[in-house]
């Protein structure tokens, strides 16, 4: 039995219909491809769902793993520590703003995002306040479980767990020439006083669709928030690690928010880790001979060394100017592209934010997500080779770094083809 009837007998996929649904059987990795049991070669223009940076079985990073496995490959860490977490928060502490100060290990973006959340309210439980509002965006995803649940949008993901989900104040996104009305709701939310937080994935929305804004209205808002007091939180999961042409997306602004949340790039793709970090002042207020001003979160596998030790090397990557080359190169091979279809009819919109690519598709159906032609979309650039994950009606692109001109052309030119064809 080939791997995707004996998958189909015992597992159940993410974000999958089950019903009816066949997998892939990928069986190896290399660079911006992936093989499957029958040799079939894809190119993975979406990054793995984000996460893959420099490619996959990347020699450098699987080195320094397996140099890690062999030393130490788990260690409790409540009360115990390792070189390579400290290490880790350490050079992370470089790269993030100066005034983020600790780093907090989880597994995952939506944990990584949990624990701000639970940072942002209990800041200001453990100082006796009564401040209970969160503001969010529209259309905002910062994860699955509930806490992150509740900071998103709400829509078919969210909708069988509404009843439970905790309320949130949402403001529209910021999009060009909307910056203003959006601004005014959250002045608005704000004259209340009551509002401890605001969490934003700065610049992109990713999973509503790669929705973007402008780096000056983040800027306002941010702003805006800190001289009310009110605890910003950058949910950089998706932007971070030079995702948008700079090592983090609030690198593109000057105000700094007091929380991030990084997971996704953080490890290049390779081991699950989610991290949050935070400004004096957030950990400073959690300091007491008070027990019950601990926070009290944690995971079995925080600050886990091999997930550090990819992060570590995935680091190395990072701070070498070829990335930062690869990174400017696709940037420019997008805008080309960009500029050559931007009138294209089959289109209604296209944006682009660093590496990050997205065009919207003309259609009728307005469904979004559960988009008719979402599938067909799929399928087709399946059977070019090409791994293109539409949200409804949007295809984006989203290459690991590593990527090749030659495969980026690829891309575009099957992208071009499936427009001119009228598919739609
Ligand atoms: C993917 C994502 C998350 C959730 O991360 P997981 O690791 O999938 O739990 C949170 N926020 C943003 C912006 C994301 O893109």
Redesign the pocket.
């Known amino acids: 039995m080939k791997l995707p009837e004996r998958d189909n007998k015992v597992i159940w996929h993410p974000y999958t219909q089950m019903q009816g649904a066949i997998s892939i059987g990928i069986v190896r990795g290399e660079g911006a491809y992936l093989f499957d049991e029958d040799g079939r070669k894809f190119i993975d223009a979406i990054s793995s769902w984000?996460v893959n940076t420099h490619g996959h079985s990347n020699k450098y990073i699987s080195e320094k793993v397996s140099q890690q496995l062999n030393t130490l490959e788990h260690v409790i860490f409540a009360g115990f520590t390792h070189p390579s977490a400290v290490e880790l928060a350490e050079r992370l502490l470089q790269h993030l703003p100066q005034n983020q100060k600790k780093i907090f290990y989880s597994d995952?973006?939506?944990t990584a995002?949990e624990v701000a959340l639970k940072m942002a309210i209990q800041f200001y439980s453990n100082k006796g306040s009564t401040k209970r509002k969160i503001v969010a965006f529209k259309n905002a995803?910062?994860?699955?479980t509930f806490g992150?649940m509740s900071v998103s949008g709400r829509s078919l993901f969210t909708n069988p767990f509404s009843q439970y989900l905790f309320d949130v104040n949402f403001i529209e996104l910021p999009v060009k020439g909307r910056e203003e009305a959006s601004f005014e709701q959250l002045k608005e939310i704000l004259k209340t006083d009551d509002v401890s937080a605001f969490i934003f994935?700065p610049l992109v929305q990713?999973?509503a669709g790669m929705l973007m804004y402008e780096p000056e209205i983040l800027e306002k808002m941010v702003a805006y928030c800190k001289i009310n007091n009110v605890i910003t939180i950058a949910?950089e999961?998706?932007t971070g690690f030079h995702r948008t042409g700079k090592f983090f997306a609030t690198d593109h602004i000057n105000e700094k928010p007091d929380i991030y949340c990084l997971?996704?790039g953080l490890t290049g793709g390779v081991m699950a880790m989610g991290v949050t970090s935070c400004s004096q002042e957030i950990f400073d207020a959690f300091l007491s001979d008070d027990k019950t001003k601990t926070l009290y979160h944690g995971h079995s596998y925080t600050a886990n060394p091999v997930a550090c030790s990819a992060a570590l090397a995935s680091l190395d990557l990072y701070e070498k100017t070829e990335c930062a080359e690869n990174v400017k190169r696709i940037e420019n091979k997008h805008s080309d592209f960009f500029n050559s279809i931007k009138e294209h009819s089959a289109i209604t919109d296209i944006r682009q934010t660093g590496t990050i690519l997205a065009i919207e598709l003309k259609t009728n159906d307005n469904t979004s997500y559960l988009n008719s032609l979402r599938d067909s979309v799929y399928n087709f650039f399946l059977n070019k080779g090409i791994i293109l994950r539409p949200l409804g009606n949007i295809i984006y692109v989203l290459p690991p770094y590593c990527i090749s001109n030659d495969d980026l052309n690829y891309i575009y030119k099957t992208i071009k083809e499936f427009l001119d064809e009228n598919l739609i």
Not at 141 to 144: A, C, I, M, S
């Open positions: 984000w995952n973006g939506s995002v995803y910062h994860g699955d992150a994935e990713g999973a949910d999961v998706m997971s996704k």
